[in-house]
């Protein structure tokens, strides 16, 4: 699916003085073992307020990044395996959840089967493609591939219409290189060209493994970079895939046929099921006319090894340890830094709740999500709207026809917390323990691309949850113009019954605040408050937003990550934005929440304004490996999270006053020169 929300990728919550608690006790949150206060503040924020947690915590082999939040991952993966294990450990009646899950997780956990059976459940697919006798074939065979999960030349998937955010449409997407990112195909720095070598070991080692010989085994590797390669040529760089304008083009099928004659596309709808459509959204029409021009230059056996590498690496997780090792080597070493494969146990964890995530989230919910956390939890949200809509009335750079759009917008949003009202359906799926782990995964593929079908040219479900009760995140999405905060982030160690307000508005209160504020970045800000892409901004409005947003690009473009690699505030600016916006609005909140009180007193030496930033840095604490920094600087949306405090909050004023940051600090930057947005 293309990127239609926006994750926070480390999330944190807290309860407010809204029940719960004697408040008299509300006096944790600052741990001073968890800080390095022989750094001033305002040189280096994030050692400062991180600095103990981060040397407590080394990274271990399995992880090329550990912080807080893969902290609080790693507890509910603990709780769902319990969940999980004591359903594999029952004897089931077939077709029921319980079995569904526990016999899946059997099933992954297996490791004697796996590497009993090696590359024999590969066969009968490769097998298939052995049998394509001419391009004509390709059209109906690239359905079924898409149908088993796998995404040769490009993806597409069904959900809004941007133009018309109430009804489902099919989109079409680029894609197509399995390497991570187009860039690691074009670029000729030596990290890029080592990425290449390495990639084409892999493809070499993994037709091996499969069955080829040598020479099979070369020309694979060879086809397989050359049809990748072509293909990330014309592909959208990252930044203009966060253009929604540069994404939306809807055209007919005729049209699409013109586009990309090489595929009969009559014949792939026809395949997936899906007579009746009559237009689509191409989202990227040069790259998908690109595929036509792949097919019809390249041989057809140079075709038929790039199909089977779709298969081989799609499948490779799921085989025997000789197969995903060698997965491993590549995506976990290699590209990441990490030097051991996570634990099977997680690994099989993972899968579960891919295929049947919603109904282990059911059970997760009424073991761990008391009903009281979601009203907690919706009277906090409405806290950080009502800052937010203050904020929106006394901006000065924007006029007041905006505001009134955006007030629109804002008072719009659709809010959900924990858990959907209505779960999904799973008794389609069949979990099979006397197949292969790969069958049951392209069953499970096949189970989830026909339900994603079954909404096509239908009204979209905005009671749809996008995440698992279970999933360690939270999301804004703009086509349902919602904020989203799943069940598992309301837990230790961000949840904290103790915790001083400060701590929580700094912590959960700019989490968001920040999933708020992406209605307003500079992608959210283009969809109205129905979700439809429409232009709701005046002229003049619209420039002093992008001047500022400017003044953000720029400043972490200057941000030296590693050497002499720098971010990318262009690419990241969405989310900066999102950042600065959650501290403003939930500094406000809380501002709001001591009118007609007395000042907090001081906890542990800290004044009630430290520990709102302290809570803020806190959230990001962790150690990443070198090879992930460039990973991530490359390919996430999202700044560091060094950079997340030490990027971010410079601009705030009242950081400045809490801590009594100078001209004379290494982190100060001129009242002038701070980005205000939102």
Wanted: hydrophobic share 35%.
């Amino acid at each position: 699916m293309k990127q239609v929300f926006f994750y926070l990728t480390a999330c944190a919550v807290f309860t407010t003085a809204c029940g719960g608690g004697n408040k008299s006790d509300l006096t944790q949150g600052v741990d001073v073992v968890n800080m390095d206060t022989t750094v001033v503040p305002g040189n280096d924020f994030y050692r400062y307020a991180c600095g103990g947690w981060i040397d407590n915590h080394p990274l271990k082999p399995e992880f090329s990044r550990f912080g807080t939040f893969d902290q609080l991952r790693e507890t509910s993966q603990e709780q769902v395996k319990g969940l999980i294990e004591e359903l594999a450990a029952n004897q089931n009646e077939q077709g029921t959840l319980s079995q569904k899950i526990g016999d899946l997780y059997k099933i992954a956990t297996d490791s004697v089967k796996l590497n009993t059976e090696g590359a024999a459940p590969l066969k009968k697919y490769l097998d298939e493609v052995k049998s394509i006798q001419s391009k004509t074939e390709i059209s109906a065979f690239l359905a079924k591939m898409f149908r088993n999960g796998m995404s040769p030349f490009f993806s597409n998937y069904v959900y809004a219409d941007d133009m018309n955010s109430s009804m489902n449409i099919f989109h079409l997407n680029q894609g197509g290189y399995k390497m991570g990112d187009r860039d690691y195909y074009l670029e000729k720095d030596p990290r890029s060209e080592e990425l290449r070598t390495k990639y084409q070991a892999l493809i070499n080692k993994l037709f091996v493994l499969a069955g080829c010989d040598e020479h099979q085994a070369k020309a694979a590797e060879t086809a397989v970079m050359k049809i990748e390669t072509q293909l990330a040529t014309s592909a959208y760089p990252r930044i203009k895939l966060r253009i929604p304008t540069e994404n939306y083009h809807k055209i007919t099928v005729e049209e699409l046929q013109k586009t990309s004659p090489a595929i009969d596309w009559t014949v792939f709808f026809n395949t997936l099921g899906l007579k009746q459509i009559k237009d689509l959204n191409l989202s990227q029409p040069e790259p998908l006319a690109e595929v036509s021009k792949v097919i019809e230059s390249a041989s057809l056996d140079e075709i038929q090894y790039y199909l089977n590498w779709n298969i081989i690496s799609s499948a490779s997780s799921y085989l025997s340890d000789e197969f995903s090792d060698a997965v491993f080597d590549f995506y976990g070493k290699t590209l990441s830094g990490r030097q051991e494969q996570k634990a099977r146990w997680k690994r099989a964890v993972d899968i579960v709740d891919g295929a049947l995530g919603e109904a282990v989230g059911q059970i997760y919910v009424e073991k761990y999500f008391p009903p009281a956390y979601k009203e907690r939890m919706l009277e906090l949200v409405k806290n950080l709207q009502v800052a937010l809509g203050e904020r929106i009335n006394a901006l000065t750079w924007m006029g007041d026809s905006t505001k009134a759009k955006a007030q629109e917008k804002l008072s719009a949003f659709h809010v959900k917390i924990g858990y959907p009202d209505k779960w999904r359906d799973y008794s389609g799926l069949e979990v099979n323990v006397n197949d292969s782990y790969f069958d049951n995964v392209v069953r499970s593929n096949n189970f989830d691309y026909d339900y994603m079908l079954s909404k096509f040219d239908k009204p979209v479900d905005k009671d749809e949850w996008l995440m698992n009760p279970q999933t360690v995140n939270a999301y804004y999405n703009p086509a349902t113009n919602e904020i989203c905060f799943p069940a598992a982030i309301l837990q230790p160690p961000f949840f904290n019954m103790e915790a001083d307000d400060a701590v929580n508005y700094g912590a959960i209160g700019v989490v968001i605040g920040h999933e708020m504020t992406h209605g307003f970045d500079d992608q959210g800000r283009q969809y109205d408050k129905d979700g439809n892409l429409v232009n709701w901004w005046t002229e003049e409005d619209a420039k002093n937003f992008e001047a500022r947003a400017d003044v953000l690009v720029n400043f972490f473009d200057n941000i030296v990550v590693l050497d002499t690699v720098r971010a990318n505030g262009r690419y990241t600016l969405g989310e900066n934005i999102a950042d600065q916006g959650g501290l403003h609005v939930s500094w406000q909140a809380y501002q709001n929440s001591l009118k007609g009180k007395p000042v907090p007193a001081p906890i542990a030496g800290f004044t009630n304004a430290q520990r709102f930033f302290i809570g803020y840095a806190t959230v990001w604490a962790g150690n990443i490996r070198n090879e992930e920094i460039l990973r991530l600087t490359k390919m996430d949306s999202h700044s560091l999270g060094q950079w997340r405090v030490n990027g971010a909050l410079p601009h705030v004023d009242a950081w400045y006053d809490a801590f009594n940051v100078t001209e004379a600090n290494k982190l100060y930057v001129p009242k002038e020169k701070r980005v205000s947005i939102w």
